[in-house]
């Protein structure tokens, strides 16, 4: 026998049944999802992906920001991931996070602020990992083929799979089936809202910025990554996409509820107005997703409770 | 109660209350502090707390005396067997533990931590929910405080996803 026949026929018979019967995507969600919630991608093992992004809040949290293993405070709102899979660029405001791929490294190398608190332990993640046979199983079954390396490289490409399976798309809005009060409110947000908060996630993936430029203030927003003044404090338009679940809001987390959030556009609606946009943004909760047992802590893997 | 304690004690209502309803997320980061400052009233035990090791299981666990501060060596996490798996496990090399709370009176009760891990406490009929979670008084060290209401009976506290060996902990009435 060949030596790859015989290596194939080795992985056959070793890998259980559970995870030889997924395809490749398939089998890249899955270990995305274990990564997902994996506490050994941070320093000390504190923290995951969903230590900041709960399912429960559309995969956002419920503080202003969230510090990191260092206890570091965090700069900016934890972001729902709702379709995140057809966004670009990502997070707040930082135009080259173009892929989940990428930007799966800001989080756990990156410094400003610290978050997982991975920088210059990169080596440390295949060590934790590989020593789990059921994770080498994973891998293998995820990249197939004579590269078996564990790498950030794998890590990266198996997160933005599962990312890219967390899709919303079946909120009341989804489902045609709006209240009065809610369709009254869809034709005042189309009025006065949609120019950036427009198509299927509602947001149109642009920097924008709702106040006068502040030098003083601690975040910059998108000037922080471009360095040109017309960019002081503009912000990506976020997704309103569960949006009644990912309170606080605005990028700093200033804003407690969607009243302050309304608000601070300076729109000037009238009461009821407000009142109905509320009601209608209420209808974007999709119930399915934030219940989704497909997107939360997985309870087995290999076919072994964890 | 003295005045301080009424002022005292709406201050923690207030502050607990900021939270309620973001059961189970974290707490927000410590504030910068120049040094450590001992807490007073009813949290002063915690800068004397006494030493105790957490069970690897349910079995195992020590009792949590109320009102006094522990500080508890923990356990390497893979050696540790929840009765329920906690919602953040924590990673390989994270540390956690098993305590026993003994209550004799219905109250609502606070079990504060000296960081950010994961609590769990578990009653007869499983997790309970939190009612609120905020912080200590501030640059005491009290990291975080999570409430729950609780019926006379035993209960099961898990803690998970600690960074260190070694945490502080501390379970008394609310206020």
């Not at chain 2, 609590?119 to 929910?129: C, F």
Request: with cysteine; charged share 20%.
């Amino acid at each position: 026998m060949k030596p790859i026949f015989a290596f194939l026929a080795l992985m056959a018979l070793t890998i259980p049944p559970q995870v030889l019967a997924q395809n490749r995507h398939d089998a890249r969600v899955a270990l995305g999802r274990r990564l997902f919630y994996d506490a050994d991608l941070s320093r000390d093992g504190s923290m995951s992906c969903a230590t900041c992004h709960e399912q429960r809040h559309g995969f956002s949290d419920g503080n202003l920001v969230h510090p990191g293993v260092t206890d570091e405070p965090g700069r900016r709102n934890v972001p729902g991931l709702a379709n995140v899979g057809r966004f670009s660029p990502l997070t707040w405001a930082d135009p080259r996070q173009t892929t989940l791929e990428k930007q799966a490294a800001v989080p756990v190398f990156g410094t400003h602020p610290v978050e997982m608190g991975m920088a210059g332990m990169q080596e440390q993640i295949p060590k934790r990992l590989g020593r789990d046979p059921c994770y080498r199983q994973m891998f293998a079954a995820a990249f197939p083929g004579h590269d078996q390396k564990l790498d950030f490289a794998k890590i990266s490409r198996a997160l933005a799979d599962f990312e890219r399976s967390l899709i919303s798309r079946d909120a009341p809005f989804d489902r045609h089936r709006l209240s009065p009060e809610a369709t009254v409110g869809w034709a005042a947000f189309r009025r006065s809202c949609a120019s950036c908060h427009k198509g299927p996630d509602f947001t149109d993936m642009a920097f924008h910025r709702l106040s006068p430029p502040d030098p003083a203030a601690p975040d910059q927003g998108l000037y922080e990554v471009t360095g040109r003044q017309a960019d002081r404090g503009r912000i990506r338009t976020p997704s309103l996409r569960n949006v009644a679940v990912t309170g606080p809001y605005w990028h700093d987390g200033s804003a407690p509820t969607l009243d302050d959030a309304i608000g601070r556009h300076g729109l000037n609606l009238a009461p009821d107005k407000t009142r109905a946009i509320k009601v209608f943004l209420n209808a974007l909760t999709d119930d399915k997703f934030l219940n989704n047992q497909a997107f939360s802590l997985p309870q087995t893997a290999c076919g072994v409770k964890l | 109660m003295p005045k301080n304690g009424v002022i005292m004690a709406g201050f923690w209502a207030a502050a607990l209350a900021l939270w309620a309803g973001q059961v189970w997320a974290q707490t927000p980061a410590a504030p910068a502090c120049a040094a450590p400052v001992a807490p007073s009233g009813e949290y002063a035990p915690w800068t004397n707390p006494v030493a105790i090791k957490a069970g690897g299981d349910p079995a195992a666990a020590p009792l949590l005396p109320l009102g006094t501060a522990a500080r508890v060596t923990l356990i390497a996490t893979p050696k540790v067997k929840y009765e329920v798996r906690p919602e953040k496990p924590g990673g390989t090399v994270s540390y956690g533990g098993i305590l026993i709370l003994d209550i004799t009176k219905n109250s609502s009760y606070r079990i504060a931590l000296s960081s950010a891990a994961w609590l769990d406490v578990i009653g007869k009929d499983g997790a309970l929910r939190s009612t609120a979670h905020g912080h200590g008084p501030d640059c005491t060290g009290i990291r975080k405080v999570v409430e729950f209401p609780l019926q006379p009976g035993r209960y099961t506290v898990q803690i998970a996803a600690n960074g260190a060996d070694e945490i502080t902990v501390m379970a008394l009435p609310s206020p």
